[in-house]
């Protein structure tokens, strides 16, 4: 059993692997994909912001300009000089001159402008205020008084730590710029709506749709990245985690906004079994038992009787970032494999290269990427529950079984013990013929031993990509309360009749040729094929000392909850659902009962709670 310290260092490391939409206040890393993908700040050659250096008078005439309508409408050079220091060759000359047209920034009594000179807190923010259409007469006061409490008052101050009279870092000032887009104007709009940037339904900016408009893309990856974009001046992201241009691999579909470039390796093989409306103007296929839309005029060629790739083909489908098609190759080109464990076996119905129709033996593979395949297997060898990879050819599927690997280790963050996973790890926890997608975060902390194990895959720097379980996480099953039992024994026919709550809901299941002994309480439910095939009772954790947001803690050990952790309310011989937020902060009026499947380190959760008024 883990301490509570330790507890609260992985949950720490866990979190800041959530995406930052799940926090309450935007990353650092949102906010610079935000204000870069307008052009309000890029950084140098390597992408770096070098967001600690201050800000010129010259650099915040162009972030000024950059954060209006004028953004499309300038150029960087003028053809006249618009200061007597700022000579029409100056990189900034025009937009020191469109800045000063526009009364957001004025220059000297002298003639001059000082392009060099470093910006003050009172500078930005006034600079700012004015894109939000107020003038001198609407503030209060001697100057910067008034000017400082407006720019208080319409929260452009959030996350900037600059006082009067302090110089602007590129960091301050990009906090300034990303507060600017959800202020409201003098006229009461929200200031990014009228650049054109959506609302959400909360009336603030949508980010999402700030990133959306200023994106290029998807582009696929065929000649090396240079071929598309230059990577100067951006932020590398691959598979969603921050990387860099070597980690850019041929056919990779990227996105790219001037600040930052976007790739994805997300690839789908298998055979083409159809296409809808019709093969001669496809708008979705089905390829391994999937369907999938397409994207582009390039994929919808591919696809098409006018395209290289013909219904029965074994095919490789490019993704982009929202699961339809950019691209379509053939399978040997891409060199794909698939792992995990069949499911099932059947028969499907195929078309060959002519156009006619076959019926083949066929497994559906659920894959470590989450997907299921639906494939053509004619080794009577492999059956339900195998291990397998599929390799893709110009000859069509290769299936064959996979052997055990032994791996074990403490799993911190991305490691197991003196292996590291990739970011982007597929991981699969398999039982029997069920399976579920796990990621990266539900290990943290816990103990994998070689019996945990049961496959796992590296790529060429030695990363872990696919890693396939053995029942480990126990998320596999039901955990639910029996609240009933009824056993039968005619003759040597056994048979019994179970009602049990899951989250709250009542439910009726069946066993037949044999009875479980179950007994009333919290238990784990093994379901197969529609029966009630095993209970175990769970561990019970009588009168935590504390309950919080991941857990709960007893004597300085603790247990984690589970996703899915249901919390009942116990009265009057009855069970009501009661939320973790009542418990929490009601929890001195309650005696309560945790119950659990494994200790932590051994992949187990808190799967119910059962509280008691006291």
Known sequence: MKKFLALLLCAATLIGTLPAALAAEASDDVIQQ?????GIMVGDGSGNLDLDRTVTRAEYAKMLVMASSYKDKVSAVSNSSPFRDVP???????????AVQQSWLTGYLDGTYRPNNTVTLEEAATGCLKLLGYTTSDFSGSYPYGQLALYGSLQLNTKVTATQG????????MYLFYNLLSADTKEGKTYGETLGYSLGTDGSIDYLSVLNDTMQGPYVVENGLSAI???????????????TVDAIQKYDVVYY???????????VTGTYQSASPSAAAPTSVVVAGNTYSLATGEAKLALSTLGGLNVGDVITLLLGRDGTVVAALPAQDYAAEIVGVVTSVGTATYQNAVGNSYTARTITVAATDGNSY????????IDEEDFVSIGFGSSGTDVSALTSASLSGKVSGYSIGTKTMAKDVRILDVLDTVTKRVYASRLNGAALDTSDVRYYKTNAAGEITDLILRDFTGDLYEYGIITGASEQSSGMTLSGSYTYLLVGEKKTISTSGKTLGASAGPARLTIENGQLSAVRALSQIKSPD?????GVTKDSDSWLFADDCAVYL??????????LTELRNNFSAYNVTCYYDNATEDGGRVRIVVARSV
């Open 34 to 38: 935000v204000v870069g993908s307008i």
């Open 88 to 98: 029409y060759s100056n990189w900034a000359a025009g937009y020191i001159k469109t």
């Open 166 to 173: 302090s110089q602007m870092t590129r960091r301050n000032m």
């Open 229 to 243: 974009v230059s990577s100067a001046n951006k932020t590398v992201y691959r598979n969603g985690y921050a990387s």
């Open 257 to 267: 906004t001037g600040s930052s470039i976007w790739a994805y390796a997300n690839a």
């Open 374 to 381: 639906q494939v053509p297997c004619d080794k009577t060898s």
């Open 546 to 550: 504390s309950v919080n947001l991941l």
């Open 570 to 579: 116990y009265a009057n011989s009855n069970y009501s659902l009661l939320s």
